[in-house]
């Protein structure tokens, strides 16, 4: 069946934009000339989007090791889209979010936040190509408050006077790059799917998608605050997040989308901007989309990623050591409040 003869894609579509430029197209596909735009200010001139329904995700377990345990997660769907005018002009990019359960310290979530973005799609040969930058935010989730260790850490914190990272706007934040080039925070979103490996079936979805398109972004530093206990906790949470997920997050790690999109919408640009922000917040408190299943993460041969079985020793050796550090810090300030706080948080995790 031929684009113009699926009943599921709207009229309207015009389309011109990707042969606008003739660097705009593959191989190179060249997008310099666009500007970078911010991805919730032009909202207004969106007027049809494509859902990623099945957000493939994949990274190395172990990376840098002769056997690196690459495993497969898809991330909740119904949340990412891609969003355009009638000619083909990407105006706004909406991406996934994710989380990890840590067994000391809670719910944690994980959300890639799109900074910039350009690019087009083709609605007549299902292509399309986006530039992007992202960043990762962390934070933790809604069962934080139920966590005793967690709240004990909160306590400690508000009485070193530094932030916590529990919703969004206080996240923890780690930039991203292009694979193997730490001066580029700009990379791709290009049309098929990744030659880096090749998916297993439970990962592919060929039959039901209208299209597939694919991501690679290299995870880079965490961003250091002006607070030195700060970022000694940013960095302990961090640790914590990748015992838990498999290195997900370990800087130098590459992330690997295959974006398996829906066919061509309509764009209700209320509901949109109510999408967005629905999800800017924070995600479900189990990680999930409220519509649809979200798989496990799982090696090729489908066997599922094992949780540590010293996992929480390990998390709890991660508390110590940021307990120790704070300690030090609270002794040299001669702090007897902030001593007291550090002493409640050393008899809850002994």
Not at 101 to 106: D, M
Not at 221 to 240: D, G, H, T, W
Not at 259 to 267: G, M, Q, T, Y
Request: proline letters at 6%; aromatic letters at 8%; glycine letters at 8%.
């Amino acid at each position: 069946m031929t684009k113009n003869e699926d009943p599921r894609i709207p009229a309207g579509w015009i389309g011109g934009f990707a042969e606008s430029d003739e660097r705009f197209a593959y191989p190179t596909r060249d997008l310099g000339s666009l500007d970078m735009l911010k991805n919730m200010d032009n909202i207004g001139l969106l007027r049809r989007q494509q859902a990623i329904l099945w957000p493939e995700f994949s990274w190395n377990t172990k990376p840098n090791a002769a056997d690196p345990k690459r495993c497969f997660q898809m991330f909740a769907p119904d949340i990412s889209r891609v969003g355009y005018t009638d000619q083909g002009r990407v105006y706004s990019i909406i991406c996934p979010q994710q989380g990890i359960e840590s067994p000391s310290l809670g719910s944690i979530n994980v959300e890639i936040t799109v900074t910039g973005q350009r690019g087009w799609v083709d609605e007549d040969t299902k292509a399309l190509a986006c530039d992007m930058s992202v960043e990762a935010r962390v934070w933790f989730g809604h069962g934080y408050h139920e966590n005793s260790t967690v709240k004990l850490l909160w306590k400690v914190l508000e009485g070193l006077g530094h932030e916590f990272p529990i919703g969004k706007d206080k996240a923890i934040v780690v930039s991203t790059h292009e694979p193997g080039h730490p001066d580029q925070p700009i990379f791709q979103l290009s049309k098929g799917e990744t030659s880096r490996f090749d998916a297993p079936a439970f990962a592919r979805h060929a039959d039901e998608a209208w299209s597939v398109g694919h991501i690679e972004v290299e995870v880079g530093a965490i961003k250091q605050s002006s607070s030195p206990v700060a970022n000694e906790f940013n960095r302990l949470l961090m640790e914590v997040l990748n015992m838990s997920s498999g290195n997900m997050l370990k800087e130098g790690n590459v992330l690997t989308w295959n974006v398996w999109v829906n066919h061509p919408e309509l764009v209700d640009q209320e509901e949109w901007q109510e999408h967005a922000e629905k999800w800017r917040k924070s995600i479900d408190v189990n990680h999930i989309s409220p519509e649809r299943w979200v798989s496990p993460a799982r090696f090729h041969d489908g066997t599922l990623l094992p949780v540590p079985k010293d996992l929480v020793a390990r998390e709890v050796a991660k508390i110590h050591e940021f307990r120790e550090s704070v300690t030090k810090s609270a002794y040299r300030n001669g702090d007897g409040l902030r001593q007291r706080l550090i002493n409640r948080l050393r008899r809850t995790v002994s």
